[in-house]
């Protein structure tokens, strides 16, 4: 199985690399971090670079695409190269995934008409936009389409996708490969849970610092 991990500069790294580890696991994987030109591409801290190693016209019949989200990624919702790869590759994929952001390009490629679909939760309701039903869900699967919430819900989405592909046992095997036993110190990891002036807080900083969708 080939999955083909498309990045950009201003990913967000574990969206990408969250994913990565689970899916690297499977028998026979193959996994292919691919942008509109191979190179390095820096998240968006600035402190780390993935390497592309293929351009996307060497990546054109993946089983599985994995589109991270990240600031970096706004560009691309008007990127007609992109967003015609990706309606391309989705023709022919077993999965189409997206993380955090990620799914408001799967959005401006036209795939989430009519989807049910989930996407970090300051930038949800944003799907309404590409037609789309924002499900307040870590994980959220309509057909061959699974889209995760915010950065860490990759890890949660690529294990559900061997769960669909393999079965229970598999899945279980790689989560305890990876040792995958989340035990935060806080009950706080949405804004369903964390306390209201934390929800503000997070909001107000994403109002100065993160880009909008438009």
Known sequence: MQTAIMIFDGLTALDAIGPYEVLAQLPGSEVRFCSKEAGPK????KALALTADYALAEVDSPDVVVIPGGEGNRPLLRDQEVLSWLRDVDAETRWTTSVCTGSL???AAGLLEGKRATSHWL???ALREFGAEPVAERVVADGKLITAAGVSSGIDM???LVRREHGDELAQSVQLAIEYDPQPPF????PEKAPAEIVEAVSAF???NWPSVA
């Open 206 to 208: 994403a109002r100065r």
């Open 187 to 190: 009950d706080a990891g949405s």
């Open 123 to 125: 930038y949800r309701e």
């Open 158 to 160: 690529a294990l559900e």
């Open 105 to 107: 390009v799967l959005g």
């Open 42 to 45: 820096r998240t968006d801290s």
